[in-house]
């Protein structure tokens, strides 16, 4: 049997983690890199590479180099959190059937699952080489708000990269496990979880091995790349101060800036002041090249960036309302995502929570030392229960006999005075179906077929350089960003306050077990007559859970019902997102209204849904379809994994 581990699938760096002996340690590279950057990247010759060799070529191919690709999986070609990440993206993206989004890289489509499985396949070689034995099993964390098409597309990447799943584990519960596990603790915890794209918060209690999430709340339009924009905007401005041009219709000397942004605030986590130079970034009328001398200071930074760091208190206080408790009883506060590293979010987050960050654990290792936790603590129950029942995982078993699995016709708390069936209007969700392919016309949409232009501005100038192998070099007051030959005065060209210090977890003797009680992040309703969600599954309910509901026919003889499923707590279904449809065919022709088919929703304990659906009338299982929108069908996910076993 081969070793299970923890994988953190991150959007901008992936990480690793084993239990071995007493000991969650996280797996390093054979050079001792313990972070690994979640790029794939397609050669001429119709093989891959990926993380730093992948990360390499974005500089001299980045039309066939995929980065940010968590940003894409899952998500609906057309909707607009696909809109918006794809503007910024160097390579081009198309879309298949279903608006499943593929990605363009010499002359082949390739979907998301597929980009995922190359990535997950070089970690699991890298920790087979690391580790000295096959890994063939891993818990794969994803972001808490992650849907229900993201998750399912995230596993379906594990099984092509040749993994055993054992859980799709969210990432502030990982972080939660990693903090407590083994503890015997009896506090409430808050995980402020702020990466590069998202931001989520989660409140966590904790007592002895169970770990309960009382709620999850965030906000999927704000990260670290906000900061970014904050530096790239002030950068601009100052240019046209100075020299009287915008570079804002210049893609590639937006490019640069957007680069020497994300440097200029990493270096201000740790500096007063941050100095950059970029030579020849424009030309003025005369025609000679400009080079832009940019200075920026802390407290004026932290001045801008004050609103992003009080949304996201907005969202902690949206947390603490579903969680039905006040901020001062939570007794610690972990911190986790790159982000957290600028001493502003630190500080405001921990008056607001009244309780200082717990800063000694480490927020890039943090979520994967978790999933390798849950991934030994699942191994171990399956290996300690030789002659168990089918039911694979430790929290599994737990989790059914905890809470009680809500089962009823309407969601929780509505009024239900016997079956009433939905009558669902096929007619105008068929006609918002057809309407949201209107403009797409087969076509990605002007905008949203990018590439990063190939041009001889030096990309390696731009901080693209590893880090540097000695993580602990005494950084200085002021530094200076250049761009020419990879030159960084006066600080290494990777603060080294970014690298942390190595985290590792010990696992109490005995200690093999954690019963993971999850919430699902957002409502899970279905369309109904005149654009209305009704929701079935309540925000934040404990999973696992299932719910059931009837359906009939809307009119004489229909054979076919079509069920669109939405996710969101809105009553009208244009404002939530279309996760996909459920087609109940082969319905005996009857007069409208006399079929009754009970459809159960089950979300399980990876936070992926479910759709089950009985005749009434029978008694008998009703043959169902389930279309995610973004999604990949079980066909080609077979396909894919034969294709990848034999090579
Ligand atoms: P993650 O998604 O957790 O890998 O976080 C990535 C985000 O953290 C990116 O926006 C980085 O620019 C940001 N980040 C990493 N290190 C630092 C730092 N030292 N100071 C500020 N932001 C950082």
Not at 513 to 534: K, M, Q
Request: hydrophobic share 40%.
């Amino acid at each position: 049997m081969g070793l299970a581990v923890g994988i953190d699938l991150g959007t901008t760096n992936s990480c690793l983690a084993v239990v071995q002996g007493n000991k969650a340690t996280v797996i390093s590279d054979h050079i001792g890199r313990r972070i690994h950057p979640s790029v794939v990247s397609f050669l001429p010759d119709g093989t891959s590479v990926a993380s730093y060799e992948a990360r390499e070529r974005q500089i001299t191919d980045p039309r066939n180099t995929v980065s940010s690709f968590k940003r894409l999986i899952g998500r609906d070609f057309n909707g607009p959190e696909a809109m918006a990440s794809l503007a910024d993206l160097p390579y081009e993206v198309g879309f298949g059937p279903d608006h499943v989004p593929l990605i363009r890289v010499r002359d082949q489509e390739v979907s998301l699952p597929e980009i995922s499985a190359l990535m997950l396949r070089h970690l699991k070689e890298l920790c087979s080489e690391s580790l000295g034995a096959e890994v063939d099993k891993a818990v794969i964390t994803v972001p808490a708000n992650f849907n229900d098409v993201q998750r399912s597309s995230t596993k379906i990447a594990g099984r092509i990269a040749g993994f055993e799943v054992l859980r799709i584990l969210n990432e502030p519960t990982a972080a939660a496990l990693a903090y407590g596990f083994g503890g015997e603790r009896s506090e409430k915890i808050a995980i402020y979880d702020f990466g590069g794209g998202t931001f989520d918060i989660t409140i966590v209690e904790l007592a002895g091995d169970i770990f309960k999430v009382l709620a999850t709340a965030g906000d999927t339009a704000l990260g670290g790349d906000d900061f970014d924009t904050v530096i790239v905007e002030e950068m601009r401005a100052d240019f046209i101060d100075k020299h009287g041009v915008d570079l804002a219709g210049n893609t590639v000397a937006m490019q640069r800036l957007r680069l020497v942004a994300e440097r200029v605030k990493c270096q201000l986590s740790c500096l007063e002041h941050v100095e950059a130079t970029l030579p020849e970034i424009a030309e003025n009328r005369a025609g000679r090249a400009i080079d832009f001398h940019f200075k920026m200071s802390k407290s004026r930074f932290e001045g801008l960036c004050r609103p992003l760091v009080d949304r996201s208190l907005d969202v902690c206080v949206e947390a603490f309302k579903l969680a039905g408790i006040d901020r001062s009883s939570v007794d610690n506060l972990v911190l986790v995502g790159g982000s957290t590293r600028i001493p502003l979010i630190r500080n405001l987050v921990g008056r607001e929570f009244g309780v200082r960050p717990r800063v000694e654990i480490n927020p890039d290792e943090v979520v994967a030392i978790g999933a390798a936790i849950q991934a030994f603590s699942l191994t171990r129950y399956q290996m300690s229960r030789p002659s168990a029942p089918p039911e694979p995982y430790a929290a599994d078993k737990r989790c059914s006999s905890a809470p009680p699995v809500v089962w009823s016709d309407g969601p929780k708390g509505r009024e239900s005075s016997g079956p009433l069936p939905a009558v669902l209007d096929v007619f105008s969700d068929a006609s918002s179906d057809a309407k949201s392919c209107e403009g797409a016309g087969g076509e990605p949409p002007a905008g949203g077929s990018r590439r990063r232009p190939s041009d001889d501005f030096g990309w390696l100038d731009l901080g693209l350089s590893e880090p540097p192998e000695e993580p602990h070099v005494k950084a200085p007051r002021t530094s200076v960003i250049k761009r020419r030959k990879d030159v960084v005065h006066g600080a290494p060209s990777w603060p080294p306050m970014q690298q942390g210090d190595a985290f590792s977890v010990d696992i109490k003797v005995g200690a093999t077990n954690a019963l993971l009680l999850d919430v699902t992040p957002r409502a899970l309703g279905i369309g109904t007559a005149g654009g209305f969600c009704d929701t079935i599954i309540e925000r934040n309910a404990a999973i696992p859970v299932e719910q059931s509901r009837l359906f009939t026919t809307s009119y004489d003889g229909q054979t076919e019902v079509v069920v669109n499923i939405y996710q969101g707590e809105s009553r009208r279904v244009s404002d939530n997102t279309r996760l996909g449809q459920v087609l109940l065919s082969s319905i005996r022709a009857a007069p409208r209204g006399e079929i009754k088919i009970r459809v159960t929703f089950e979300i399980d304990t990876d936070g992926i849904l479910g759709v089950f659906a009985r005749n009434e009338e029978t008694g008998e299982a009703q043959s169902t379809r389930i279309v995610l929108s973004g999604g990949l069908d079980e066909i080609t996910v077979r396909a894919l994994v034969e294709k990848y076993a034999s090579e």
